[in-house]
């Protein structure tokens, strides 16, 4: 049943296959009056461009947007935006070999199981290229965010075992890898490039940083900010964990320790992540992702077909060697719309 | 606005503060005609029970389900079900002194800045104490998913530091931690008391595994079953990190080892957590939840009251050292409901 | 699946079959700070309550609600509201006989058709029972409408046939019927006590009006205020037609007869009702229901039992003659939490 | 906040303004495999093509839709489909005129106050050009219930004062309103003539019938088949009064006159419309819609413009004189989208 739509307040429904004609999102619930123009989505879709890094797969899309409607006159006016960004460079003719095989580590064999027909094409609906609509309605909550000054930030905390050791966020845009170490980037090149070699691919960590994040923003009980932020974060496609603030090291620390003591006017610490009770607290809200290596390999891997008939497959088409740092922009849209939405429902627990 | 729903076809409301008169759940769109009565829920509510291991508070509440509606002659109706826990031994007294101020860690602050007033008794609608409605429900959902002959197990991982070496699934259910390995229960009891001792408390790790789930439970792409899991187990109140599968590890993997290569009729690994694009797979559903310590401790703590003005806590109250192995159950119920309501939305999938 | 739950921001979730243990209802995103207690619900469940008029039922329930959680010192506090209302002169003998039958006019053939069981006792969760819930959900709906000066009435336009001639509101108070023509209240009473001679049942019209309603509510497209209005009246029991403003007589008008010409200020005209393209427009707001007879007589009907095979039926059971006036306050009460959850709603259409 | 989205199962998203670049839909939740492509939706769209009556608009849209995504290989795959529709004949130099004035019947001046800003080109959001959307929604709504067998189909009862006098549903596709008695095709005619001549505009009844709909749809208590039903009608543009099964006249039956008795395997009469306690029982589905006149009319009208100044108005623009009968695929594609909607909802009542 129906399940590609996000949020209550601000929500985004995307659409499309990965070679399709074309893919897209429609934002229902942005406020009106707000600055909006292709250009500005344009920017949020060019950070999560292919062909930047090494790492990169060699599909070539311009990824441009076209508004169909919700602004006029430049603002929007409150009423559905449709953003659609055509696929040109779709090209099914490697997928054709393994339309009846199932790709380990990709959903194809799930699809099917669900479906009991599915869009071969370069992954379908399953391919990372939907979150291209991700990022454009990112960008559009993004523009709601401004008004109440929220940045959101990234960085690549580790790239295929290459960890940064220390975090400078103003190096994160200064390299292809948005990592905020700027003596591992080389280091993180010539990973990326040997594990290419060998065919194979390799994932990595990514934070997110939320400044200026009003107090109060998240919907007990079930709609906490940290239980919004985990569940569109997991709901990307290469990630398989979620950390919000000190997250896993939390287990191993004492009440003491992991507690923020409070003084006038900050917390002390910032092991909660910037969220209490599932409430934002004003401090900055903190997440990592874990994300495994892209599944796509053109090592030769053992799987099964249609029919259940055991045979090997060697991935061609045209892959990333890592979600990262494509996956970075995709990370920061996510937690654009949870906070838009967010800051909209806080906006109806008043009634004056 | 309305927050304490979760689920689309199988939709439980939870409602109730720790020291309110009650506590309870509506569960809407329970499928009629399953047995169901109060011993059932009472069997999944004596697990979350306090008082059972060194790590647990020392408030007793008997925690009696009383099924109000929804049932009839012994089965489900298809309407809502109604469990009412009443609360017998909430005590407010130890609370009355820190009424005004914030207690570090605790949603104290957040509840008010989002709320403008609050419940300071006993944490309000912050308290674990909400969780029981939830495990309440969860045996509801559980009740749904043995007719898929689904079960979901949990155990302890690691607690106050100390770590399982081995899972043994028979064993969880030998010792008062859950832990799946007995010959480091000894030393998790040693570290609950050497804590307590200290005025201090510890977090832990909860790993969840769903068995004989089938194939094709997940709805993309915002309600795939890693993200529906992953928010679920996030809006548990200590929980700081979720992990799916190899979680935070298949960062560090290539795609040569994170893959699970497909054989006929199964699988060779289990990286993916029995999900792959948000799907089940058929295989062995896996989660971890990564545990903060229990943020109530009697080492006296900096903080500001109301006002804002500085000064010092040391929590009384009733409190547990550590949120295992109480929450154990929690995890299990959410974990219950997720699958319970993905089972459902997926009848829906085919009309015919 | 789960269907009883009504709203977005302002959320009711009702509960409870006619011959349960109690009926009840969560009321969860009730903006926080606002004056409630007992007595102000008790006041609109008096309403409702059987045994006012000719028209009543004989079955006596004291229906005296218990707030079991969201409100701390007399104010709500944001969290969920759990309002219980107990049976107590549930008599389950007189449907005994009629327990494999399925009386005409009822949900019984339809109830089993759906969910495979029923509870039979009562029409169990279709009883009319269930809208004392509504009315108490109506009365904190009502509680956050104060804010803004939303009023909302009722009268009954015409009974058995019998139409008032002209609707003085300050004659609806006076009568059982909450008629607004005092010159036919007479006849009413005449009408209702003849036909309950005749073992018969009759329906009527009721209008609700919403005065100081602020310009704005309704989400287009599908979430008008005129669509939750239709939707939120068609939903009581015995309602068959929903009209707003002109409504049928509407058809039958040019357009220059029935568009509202606007004046400095004001409309010359409320055909409308209040509502243009879905949104209030700040005139009043105007509907209209046309409630059927009570389906329970006790005059022979021709039926079925669950096998198929036919017979006879005559009602006992304790009811009413007719639905109205009792279904006046549950009119009342749904009007009061559409215009909540929009009020709230409106809200978010704002970021700033 | 957002309010373009319908359905649970079977969620319908649409977007577009009248003069924007195109329109259309997101269907969410359609099951897979089902035939579909764009013939079939043409087919739909071209019964609500304007320029076929006396009565239609002079704008001429080839309203050709695309499906862009969700179907594979002739088939739908399950994952949403995004049907656009461009528009190709917008033409707002009429609208410039009256660009900061408020016409009078239409949402111009509740779009400002609930907004703040408009797209004034055609009426926007609010333009009855949105309804192409529904009826594109409808054709994909109705390739899941012709798996049912279930059938849904229209008649004009009335047009400006002029009653069908009997209902031959063989009729209606043979004249231009779908008037179900030719006797009176010509008398309509000549109302809609003369009335376009004074410059003004009519109103008209339309009745929707739904047959071999299957028992047991429908969700109590709040999603019930009937309240569903009135609320997708009430939301298209002109209806101000729905009515289902007998429906205002059932106020003037006794319960005898109005229940249906029931007999073996059938109904003796339809009063209920096919629904009892808000499920259907199997018997045709009937519902009937009171539309008002179109606003715009050339008759010259009062009103006052942005800032509040009283002034005249005569709507040039181009225009139906009735929103009869391109009003009727709409309808009939509102209760398609209710019925696919809970006929998928039906599955999830239960889990074998």
Redesign the interface.
Known sequence: ???????????V?????SH?????V?V??C????PLDEALIQTALDKRKPGQTAASTARKEPDIP?I???V??G?T??????I?IQNKDADSRAYSDIARL?R????D???L???????W?GG???SAR?TAARVAAGAVAQA?LD??GVEIKTCTL?L??VKARRIDWNETENNRFQCPDRDVVAEMENRVKE?KK?G??????VEIRAVNVP??????????L??????????I?AV?????????E????????????????RF?TN???G????????DEIIARV????????T?E????DEN???TTLSTKGRHDVSAIPRINPVCKAMVAIVL?DL??????????
Chains 1, 2, 3, 4 share one sequence.
Request: glycine share 18%.
């Open positions: 049943m129906a399940g590609s739509s996000f949020g209550t307040c601000f929500r429904t995307t659409w499309g296959e399709g004609k074309a893919i897209g429609v229902d619930g406020p009106p009056g707000i076209v169909l409607s919700g006029f006159e603002v006016t409150g009423t559905p935006i449709m659609e199932f380990p580590g990709h959903g064999i799930t699809y199981a669900k479906y009991g027909v599915r869009d094409r379908g609906r399953a939907e709601v008004s109440s580790e295929g075992g594990v060998q194979d691919s390799v994932g990595g960590v107090a109060g923003l998240g919907e007990p009980v079930f709609d906490k940290d239980a919004r932020l985990a569940g569109a974060l997991m709901g496609g398989k964990a979620v950390e919000i603030g000190a997250g896993c939390a287990a191993r620390m004492t009440g003491s320790e992991n507690n923020d003591q409070i003084l006038e006017g002390e092991n909660s992540g969220i209490l009770a599932g409430i934002s607290n004003g874990h994300v495994k290596p892209i599944p796509s390999i090592k891997q053992k799987t099964v259940g008939k055991q838009a800051l909209l429902r806080q906006k109806a627990v008043s009634c004056s």
